[in-house]
């Protein structure tokens, strides 16, 4: 009964559920899309230092947004049994929205990730001479020092 006594109605946590699936949510929804963008552009263009960064970027994106839709759930909780279904209806989209667009980036991330070792893996290979080439059938890698010790 006590319980029930601290619950409010919808109508007076209406405006900071409305700030949170208007505006909080929204704008941190649209940072991820623009760290999205930023994190294929600078993989395609090889920019790895600005891809890391733009990666811990958009990780503190996600968290944030994580944060903000537990204190949205937190402040759901106040509200009385009556207004739920009412409630659920103005903050279902939003939720949902912020489901797909965690679980797009954490995508994006692991193929990311991918992709970089993939091409390290390429880049290393390519930089190793092969053993076949390096050495003549004597043994010798074919390479002679002159006196100044420069090869030849």
């Known amino acids: 009964m006590a319980e029930e006594e601290e619950k ?3 109508r007076r946590l209406e405006p900071a559920i409305q700030k949170f699936t208007k505006i909080v949510i929204p704008t941190d929804l ?19 230092d600005k891809l890391h960064e733009e990666h811990i970027n958009a990780g503190r994106t996600v968290q944030q947004l994580r944060s903000n839709i537990r204190e949205m759930e937190k402040l759901c909780l106040k509200v009385h049994k009556d207004d739920l ?12 929205a912020a489901a797909l667009a965690t679980a ?19 880049e290393v ?3 190793q001479p092969s053993l076949a080439r390096s050495t003549t059938a004597d043994g010798n890698t074919g390479l002679t020092l002159d006196p100044s010790g420069a090869v030849s």
């Open 30 to 48: 649209e940072r991820l899309r623009k760290h999205q963008i930023n994190i294929e552009k600078y993989q395609r263009c090889r920019i790895w």
């Open 125 to 127: 290979a390519l930089l």
């Open 85 to 96: 279904v009412l409630l659920k209806r103005m903050i279902e989209p939003v939720k949902q």
């Open 8 to 10: 409010v109605t919808l």
């Open 104 to 122: 797009e980036f954490l995508q994006l991330h692991l193929e990311s990730v991918e992709e970089l070792k993939k091409q390290f893996n390429n």
